[in-house]
């Protein structure tokens, strides 16, 4: 599974990271990135590959994003 995150929609409400710290990180300003062994990248479409076990963590980050910015591929996400 891989997840994408545009910054361009983040509204900068936070609840992708305290959902999964592991893979979301917020800049100075709010914006979230995801996190490629803990660097982070700039979307919209740049991929990370999420790491084992955290997989539910990013779908439900995804699920719970008010401005819908994350977008996840592969697995069975179903989301993109
Ligand atoms: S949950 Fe969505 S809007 Fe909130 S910080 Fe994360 S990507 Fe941005």
Redesign the pocket.
Known sequence: MEVS?DQRL????????LICPQV?V?DEG???YVTQNSTPLEGPDVWAEVPSGLESAVLD?AR????E??FIRGGDAGKE
Do not use: Q, S, T
Request: charged share 20%; proline share 5%.
């Open positions: 995150l983040c509204r900068g409400d936070c609840v992708c990271e979301f917020l709010g914006i979230a980050a719970e994003c008010p401005a910015a994350i």
